[in-house]
């Protein structure tokens, strides 16, 4: 049944929205199933979601600093981020997105790693048995 279910769950997330003071709604997704699934029973150790990063959303994952610097003002992202975080979702940044946007490692947020490559980190995490979800 459902409730007796591990889901392990990676999200493709490439894109971001144009305004600066808005939360990237593919973010928030991973904390709708989340959410759904607790309301359904499911525990949240059971839920194994990662969250890969690349093209024009990795900057929706900068810190709030860098993302100050770029865009005037903290990074609405920021809190969703730690929340997410804190519940065990994993996020993860393209090394090569980051290095042709000219964003350093040190800029991203406290919870975000970086890959290699968006390609490296979703083939990876689907040889480990994660679903891909793609937007």
């Not at 049944?1 to 973010?27: G, K, M, W």
């Not at 042709?100 to 975000?112: H, I, K, L, M, T």
């Amino acid at each position: 049944t459902a409730t007796e279910s591990d889901y392990h769950v990676v999200f493709d997330i490439a894109r971001s929205d144009q305004d600066a003071d808005l939360v990237n709604p593919r973010i928030e997704t991973a904390a709708r199933v989340l959410n759904m699934h607790a309301a359904n029973g499911i525990d949240t150790a059971q839920m194994h979601l990662a969250l890969v990063i690349h093209g024009a959303a990795a900057g929706d994952v900068l810190s709030d600093s860098a993302y100050k610097q770029r865009n005037g003002i903290a990074n609405p992202n920021s809190p969703l981020i730690a929340q997410l975080a804190d519940a065990g979702v994993e996020f993860i940044v393209c090394g090569q997105t980051a290095a042709y946007r000219g964003f350093s490692a040190g800029e991203f947020a406290p919870n975000v790693k970086q890959a290699l490559s968006a390609m490296t980190a979703l083939v990876t995490l689907q040889n480990k048995g994660y679903a891909l979800i793609q937007f």
